[in-house]
């Protein structure tokens, strides 16, 4: 193993950005144990040196007054008081051992596990939930993202497919509800859309409401009425199927249930759901024309069609866009890719397997439960409910529906203890706080490895000493198993091969003796992660146990793609290909490429046994018929329709907690329509009410001819109470609802909020 040491010096240093799902490399400059410069890594796989503004201000979240340095226990009075690590693990695990045999597994939950930059203590994290017989994992994938993947699910065969855009290579891109200038989520987003633009032969369509900074860059913006997707999309399929558009040898080579699709969607009155949105119907058709003959098309969408109305429905049709016209499976169209790090499960619902909640009977998707039920479980569940939750990389007091419900839900727990760098509006309702090192002080890394047909990963080494007295969550998950005497304090077999053993015969001795635990005392399999990090982690150079984990995961990489590693250029064997790219992974600071596949190999990617794609999903079919009756107007009470969380240039979701991060926007402003606001007489900078049916809250009003009339728009990411002072900025979800979403899925329709705006003197 290389001996390349971790200094904390001042220094250059490479590392990644936390902030989005992109995670940039950077390289930094490091000053008196700060960030003194940051930069772009030239040498980073995918980033190549590319970095937006928000990168450049990461010694915010380094270093605030905020940070947690101690383990905190709350008081009969409410006030918090620093104990030891060993009470706080001892009386955590006391109290969850007691609530267990107690209750029985449906009485714990776990909430959140990993942002934007940090997965790793997930693996850790999740242990707890087998410890306590549970299966109750919530997460914020799942107020947002859970509706794809379960029509993945059907698609492919496996909610664990999932899917990516090739833009950057794409001759036609439709961006659907999405504002990757901003936001992101598409590799090196700024110069990706230059590159667009700036070439005659390709060309951009943006469906958005406003007119955003991507729209600004379009060839065509289509400016859609909000929540009108599902019309214009499901009229584009059928566009596609009356002009004989689709792709005939594609869906016959490929595909299952063509017929049923054209049966389903045959039926719809084009220019009537055209209308519905309020577009162009003649510039609709070209559109449909231009992306299904083009050589390579594709499709980027995000929130815009995923916190609307119709949010399953939304992604089974961006689905049917592209797979009708063919664009799969090539360069420049949409694809799936690769997962090194297993976030995604597979969790049918028509499996019995997969257990219900007591109250909503609601079902997890890739192995997650929604967040809008949560409250209700805690709340409503009677004997059987949600009464301990842990809380890790999470702040859902901010990010999840109803912040009142979930006030009232947290303050009745028996037990919430609350994993963090910070304190946060959450932490505070904690009996126990447990302080995490920051992401710059552990080893760390993202499963967010989402591209194809060249995959690859990025772990990051501590560039800092960790501050006060805090742990890894590889260590506090593993203190905690150990105290619930769910694994033994000590393995001296496996500890002891573990010294011996060696990448030189591929961890043969270890990996066999692990396996021989495992075959004596089955309950241990769902704790390998701390058993390999109390043993072989032990033998990792520069305090990298946490990492070890990743050694069987890349073992397991390599045997499944064994020709696309090696095409990836590592030298090895059967036997010994994974051990060479977990070195690789260890010994490259600025992040490697794990695997190079052929286009032609996403065929493989598919669960199904025929590697066929089932383009017919009868629930889905029964939405599209309901769409017909679906009321969408605003009401008199409430006429402004609130997108209440959009993508600025300083906003990051809950990551910084320093107002003083951002150089713009320091109050989150409305935006709106400058003749809606004339009708308030409301300058930019003057104050509005908003109001939803569930709550109010102040707005500074910002004036944006960008705005569709009766339309207006809030940040994510604001509302943060820093040092315990009043909320900075607007606290969005004291506004929306735990009852609005989407019927199947149960993501939040958070871009689709009727509200309404009064004077302050009214
Ligand atoms: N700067 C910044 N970047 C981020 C984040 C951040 O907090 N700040 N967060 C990250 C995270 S967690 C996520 S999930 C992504 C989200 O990334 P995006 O989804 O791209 O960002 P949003 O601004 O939330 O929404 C995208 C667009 O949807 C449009 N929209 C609203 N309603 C509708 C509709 O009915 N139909 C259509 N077609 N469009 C509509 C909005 O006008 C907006 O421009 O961003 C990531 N990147
Ligand atoms: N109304 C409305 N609500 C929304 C959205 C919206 O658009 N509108 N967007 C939604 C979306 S898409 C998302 S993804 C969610 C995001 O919301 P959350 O899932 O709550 O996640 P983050 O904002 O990423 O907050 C991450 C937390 O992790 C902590 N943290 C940082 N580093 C570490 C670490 O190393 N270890 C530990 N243990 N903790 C750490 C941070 O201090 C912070 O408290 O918000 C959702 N909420
Ligand atoms: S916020 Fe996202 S796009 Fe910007 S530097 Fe960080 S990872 Fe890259
Ligand atoms: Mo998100």
């Known amino acids: 193993m290389s001996k390349q040491e971790i200094s904390f010096s001042n220094r250059n240093d490479v590392t990644a950005c936390i902030l989005c799902?992109?995670?940039?490399?950077?390289?930094?400059?490091?000053?008196?144990?700060?960030?003194?410069?940051?930069?772009?890594?030239?040498?980073?796989?995918f980033s190549q040196g590319y970095i937006c503004q928000k990168a450049a201000r990461l010694q915010h979240y380094?270093?605030?007054?905020?940070?947690?340095?101690?383990?905190?226990?709350?008081q009969a009075d409410g006030s918090f008081k620093e104990i030891s690590w060993a009470q706080a693990i001892q009386e955590i695990a006391d109290q969850l051992v007691h609530i267990r045999d107690t209750f029985g597994g449906t009485a714990f939950a776990s909430v959140g596990g990993?942002?934007?930059?940090?997965?790793?203590?997930?693996?850790?994290?999740?242990?707890?939930?087998?410890?306590?017989?549970?299966f109750y994992a919530y997460n914020s994938l799942a107020q947002e993202k859970t509706g794809d993947f379960w029509v993945n699910g059907r698609l492919f065969g496996s909610q664990a497919c999932h899917t990516t855009e090739d833009v950057e290579y794409a001759d036609y891109v439709l961006f659907i509800g999405t504002n990757p200038f901003q936001a992101h989520g598409i590799p090196n987003a700024r110069d990706t859309l230059k590159h667009?633009?700036?070439?005659?032969?390709?060309?951009?369509?943006?469906?958005?409401?406003?007119?955003?900074?991507?729209?600004?860059?379009?060839?065509?913006h289509v400016q859609l009425k909000p929540g009108t997707d599902a019309y214009l999309m499901s009229a584009?399929?059928?566009?596609m199927l009356r002009e004989n558009l689709y792709d005939q040898q594609?869906?016959?080579?490929?595909?299952?249930?063509?017929?049923?699709?054209?049966?389903?969607?045959?039926?719809?009155?084009?220019?009537?759901?055209?209308?519905?949105?309020?577009?162009?119907?003649?510039?609709?058709?070209?559109?449909?024309?231009?992306?299904?003959?083009?050589?390579?098309?594709?499709?980027?969408?995000?929130?815009?069609?995923?916190?609307?109305?119709?949010?399953?429905?939304?992604?089974?049709?961006?689905?049917?866009?592209?797979?009708?016209?063919?664009?799969?499976?090539?360069?420049?169209?949409?694809?799936?890719?690769?997962?090194?790090?297993?976030?995604?499960?597979?969790?049918?619902?028509?499996n019995p397997k997969y257990r219900r909640t007591v109250h909503h009977k609601m079902f997890p998707i890739s192995g997650f439960f929604p967040p809008n039920i949560l409250p209700d479980e805690i709340l409503k569940a009677g004997e059987k409910r949600v009464r301990a939750v842990f809380v890790d990389s999470c702040n859902p007091l901010l990010t999840y529906p109803d912040t009142a419900a979930y006030e009232q839900a947290f303050k009745s727990l028996d037990l919430l203890?609350?994993?963090?760098?910070?304190?946060?509006?959450?932490?505070?309702?904690?009996?126990?706080?447990?302080?995490?090192?920051?992401?710059?002080?552990?080893?760390?890394?993202?499963?967010?490895?989402?591209?194809?047909?060249?995959?690859?990963?990025?772990?990051?080494?501590?560039?800092?000493?960790?501050?006060?007295?805090?742990?890894?969550?590889?260590?506090?998950?593993?203190?905690?198993?150990?105290?619930m005497n769910v694994i033994p304090q000590q393995f001296p077999i496996l500890s002891k091969i573990a010294e011996k053993d060696s990448a030189k015969t591929a961890y043969l001795a270890y990996f066999g003796a692990l396996g021989v635990s495992f075959a004596k005392n089955k309950k241990l399999i769902p704790f390998a992660a701390s058993i390999v990090y109390r043993t072989l982690g032990k033998t990792?150079?520069?305090?990298?146990?946490?990492?070890?984990?990743?050694?069987?995961?890349?073992?397991?990489?390599?045997?499944?793609?064994?020709?696309?590693?090696?095409?990836?250029?590592?030298?090895?064997?059967?036997?010994?290909?994974?051990?060479?790219?977990?070195q690789a992974i260890l010994q490259q600071r600025s992040g490697v490429v794990l695997s190079q596949h052929e286009y032609a190999d996403v065929w493989q990617l598919i669960a199904y046994k025929d590697k066929k794609i089932r383009l017919a999903i009868p629930e889905m079919f029964v939405e599209l018929s309901q769409l017909k009756q679906q009321p969408l107007v605003p009401t008199d009470d409430y006429p402004f329709i609130l997108f209440a969380g959009e993508r600025r240039s300083y906003n990051a979701n809950q990551i910084y907690r320093d107002p003083a991060w951002r150089k713009v926007d320091a109050e989150g402003r409305l935006r709106m329509n400058p003749e809606d606001a004339s009708e308030f007489a409301v300058e930019t900078g003057q104050t509005l009410q908003c109001i939803s049916e569930h709550g109010k809250i102040l707005v500074v009003v910002e004036l944006d001819e960008g705005m569709r009339k009766g339309v207006v728009s809030l940040p994510h990411g604001y509302g943060l109470r820093y040092r315990g002072g009043e909320p900075i900025g607007p606290e969005l979800n004291r506004l929306t609802s735990t009852q609005h979403c989407d019927p199947l899925s149960k993501t939040p329709y958070h871009k689709y909020v009727p509200v309404r705006l009064e004077r302050l003197d009214a």
């Open 21 to 45: 799902s992109r995670n940039c490399g950077l390289s930094v400059e490091i000053e008196d144990n700060q960030f003194k410069k940051i930069k772009g890594d030239d040498q980073h796989p």
């Open 62 to 74: 380094q270093k605030h007054a905020d940070r947690l340095t101690a383990p905190l226990k709350r």
């Open 250 to 350: 594609f869906i016959q080579k490929h595909t299952h249930g063509f017929d049923e699709v054209k049966q389903a969607f045959l039926a719809i009155p084009i220019e009537e759901y055209i209308q519905k949105a309020d577009v162009s119907v003649e510039q609709i058709y070209q559109i449909v024309r231009d992306f299904a003959k083009a050589k390579r098309g594709c499709v980027r969408i995000d929130l815009g069609i995923q916190h609307t109305l119709n949010t399953t429905l939304n992604g089974y049709l961006e689905k049917l866009l592209y797979l009708l016209a063919g664009h799969f499976g090539q360069q420049g169209t949409n694809n799936l890719h690769t997962m090194f790090i297993p976030i995604l499960t597979h969790t049918d619902e028509r």
């Open 114 to 134: 990993g942002g934007q930059g940090n997965h790793l203590g997930a693996a850790y994290g999740r242990q707890l939930l087998y410890a306590m017989k549970s």
């Open 236 to 239: 584009m399929i059928a566009i």
């Open 417 to 483: 203890v609350v994993v963090d760098v910070a304190m946060t509006e959450t932490a505070r309702f904690a009996d126990y706080i447990l302080p995490a090192h920051s992401q710059f002080e552990k080893w760390e890394f993202t499963g967010f490895n989402l591209e194809f047909p060249k995959n690859g990963f990025h772990l990051r080494h501590p560039l800092f000493k960790a501050q006060g007295n805090t742990l890894s969550e590889a260590e506090i998950y593993t203190r905690l198993l150990e105290a």
């Open 196 to 220: 667009i633009k700036k070439d005659p032969n390709r060309t951009m369509v943006v469906f958005d409401p406003r007119v955003t900074e991507t729209a600004k860059q379009a060839d065509i």
């Open 540 to 582: 990792l150079p520069n305090d990298a146990a946490a990492t070890a984990l990743l050694l069987p995961l890349c073992m397991q990489y390599a045997a499944q793609h064994y020709q696309a590693v090696k095409q990836a250029g590592y030298q090895g064997n059967r036997l010994n290909l994974g051990v060479k790219l977990f």
